[in-house]
């Protein structure tokens, strides 16, 4: 079993490593500098604007809010990669690894709302007047081409069924590791088990009920965490300065970046920052398409502004929390026990148990929140939803991914996952960069309806594609 593992994940590593030396790092920056100035700074411009439309209700009663549908996306967002995953960056790249992250939710702000808008704008309704949609449906309906829509749509569900869902396993039974009752034989089994059956039950209750628990769930565990983080901070006051002189100073330590690419501070931050924010990856789209909202921009902003609660929030508040913390950050401390070892420094042994106890929730919504891509996935292969047999045997198989997940290494858990979501960079990005113009427009006739004073209402015959859009004629 370990001999058949390893050789996969020889495989799988270096294929990934190819993507990530160094096409997926900067595709990635130079799309968002694209977009960012082609937007004009709408990250910061429309900053406020995106706090208020977040808050709006639907169009037309039963249909999904622009705050529903961002708490499906920051769901999938919001997850393990936001401890662990800022704990693997810091102890892999160092403290300047902190920095790209930020670069890449900055950046990617500008590309979610991009990716988001199209969406909007292609977006397929339901019969029952509600709407899904996502980067396969605007590849078919803008560029005509439904094949490159069902290649994506693939590697979604296995991105997120298999890659980022084994991932979410195993980073919730490492943060178990620091008890007396854990047994590395056994307890991962147990715990992947457990996990897989709680999934199954949520999941065998539709998309309905995931959007319900997932807009209880994610709000609430944000905040506490973000509390507790900031109450770390402020009693390690004295360190703060010099913590931020340390992620500044190594992250445009440039000699040490380019001598080391694959390890360096700009490869771990970007790696995990995509991870954690999903800024490009196209993603969020699926879920920013089904919003009932009366102009796309809408949720354009929306999801641009779930980027920032990611990355700029809840990743910044593991890190300075950790980094805060005086502990060293190290290779071999890479993931869970780094943080559990800051966390019992700070806290005490209030410190592992917060952390399982955050991981245990973080990793549930991640789950569900990743699988609700998957289903809108499968619609669009077979043009309809499958038949409640085939449904019923692929979340039981997702079921078993889960429980796998928490029985393999570490290793090949996250270049699994760092192999599927480069693939969809380099589908995706592309994509959005040929459809820009188009969101770029969308974005044009929102302000200006804003500056007139008006809430405003999309009319696809405003930016020339009249008779192009299922959803907006």
Known sequence: MNQVLDGIDKVVTAISGVLYMPWVPFLLLAAGLFFTFRSKFMQVRLLGESFRVVSEKPKTKGGISSFGALMVSTASRVGTGNIVGVSTAICMGGYG???WMWMTAILGGATSFIESTLAQVYKRKNPDGTYFGGP?????????KRWLGVIFAVIIILTYAVGY?????YNLQ???????????GSTPLVIGIILALLFAVCVMGGAKRLTKITG????????????VAVVVVVGNASIVPEVFRNIFASAFDFPAIFGGFT????MEGIKRGLYSNEAGMGSAPNAAATADVSHPAKQGLVQMLAVFIDTLLICSATALMCLCSGVVPTTEAAGAPYVQAALQTALGDFGPVFIAVSMALF?????????YYCEGCLRFIFKKFPSHRFMTGFRIIAAVVVMLGAIITMQLAWDTA??????????????????????????????????????PEFKSANVGLEGKTEAWE
Do not use: W
């Not at 209880?216 to 509390?227: K, N, Q, S």
């Open 363 to 371: 990793a549930f919504t991640t789950l569900i929140g990743n699988y």
């Open 174 to 184: 490492s943060s178990f590791s620091a008890f007396s009752f854990y047994h590395e």
């Open 97 to 99: 690894a902190v920095f």
């Open 165 to 169: 869902n084994m991932l979410a396993s």
């Open 136 to 144: 396969s449906y605007y590849m078919e309906t803008a560029l005509k």
């Open 216 to 227: 209880a769930l994610v709000p609430i565990m944000g905040i506490f965490y973000v509390a």
């Open 418 to 455: 760092d192999l599927f979501q480069a693939l969809m960079v380099i589908i995706n990005v592309p994509v959005i960069l040929i459809l820009s113009r188009t969101a770029v427009k969308v974005l044009k006739d929102y302000t200006t309806q804003r500056k007139a004073g008006k809430n």
């Open 263 to 266: 390890g360096s501070c700009m």
